[in-house]
């Protein structure tokens, strides 16, 4: 089965860079996705790492590593927007169907 | 515009009395998918739907049923409610699950009393 875990608040300051850890059990996966989620919005996607390694978008990073069970969501240059619940997800190994960490909450202080 | 629609958004209902969750996408997605979403839990999996008449059980099927009869609908049935369903759901769709991205919609807060 699928186990991820996340730290469930952390709090950084306008501008500063902060990064969101996603740590997991897993019999296998396809890939590690992350998930923004605004009080009372839907979640919409950031970014998905397949392989090993940084992906970078904008602002936001994401970083795999398969052979420590570990991956992380970089924000840098906060804005006060960014304030929101992150989630780290997997698509389990042979299966269609997706598993979401417990989700972190960012707050931006100015 | 692409998007995902829920209805309805909000309902409150009584223990035992069936209801139904629409979910609509027109993007062309072929893959569809249910949530569940409580406090500390993040996102359960409830049910998936890889294509018409395709579906398949997620991590808490218990109390749900889906049916997917045409591609761009995929419903959310609740036969007999119960309080533990309480919850904030969530569908959503995706064109290609390699790429680890997943359409949400709105979501739909229903309250079983």
């Known amino acids: 089965g699928q186990s991820l875990e996340q730290p469930s608040e952390v709090t950084a300051v306008e501008g500063a860079i902060v990064q969101i850890n996603c740590t997991y059990q897993t019999s296998g996966f396809y890939g590690l996705s992350w998930y923004q989620q605004h009080d009372g919005g839907a979640p919409t996607f950031l970014s998905y790492?397949?392989?090993?390694g940084l992906e970078e978008t904008g602002r936001f990073s994401s970083f795999l590593s398969r052979s420590d069970s570990y991956g992380y969501l970089l924000l840098q240059e906060l804005q006060m927007k960014d304030s929101a619940s992150y989630f780290c997800?997997?698509?389990?190994?042979?299966?269609?169907?997706?598993?979401f960490g417990p989700g972190t909450r960012l707050s931006v202080l100015p | 515009e692409a998007q995902v629609t829920q209805n309805p958004r909000y309902l409150i209902t009584v223990t035992g009395k069936k209801l139904t969750v629409t979910c609509s996408q027109n993007?062309?997605?072929?893959?569809m998918s249910w949530y569940r979403q409580d406090p500390g839990l993040g996102l359960r999996q409830i049910y998936y739907s890889m294509n018409v008449e395709v579906t398949d059980k997620g991590d808490v099927p218990e109390g749900y049923k889906v049916s997917r009869k045409e591609k761009r609908n995929f419903p959310l049935i609740l036969e007999s409610p119960s309080p533990n369903q309480t919850s904030l759901y969530f569908c959503?769709?995706?064109?290609?699950?390699?790429?680890?991205?997943?359409?949400f919609g709105e979501g739909s807060r229903l309250t079983v009393l």
């Open positions: 790492n397949g392989l090993d």
């Open positions: 959503a769709s995706s064109l290609r699950t390699a790429t680890g991205e997943l359409f």
């Open positions: 997800a997997v698509r389990a190994l042979g299966g269609q169907n997706f598993v």
């Open positions: 993007m062309n997605h072929e893959y």
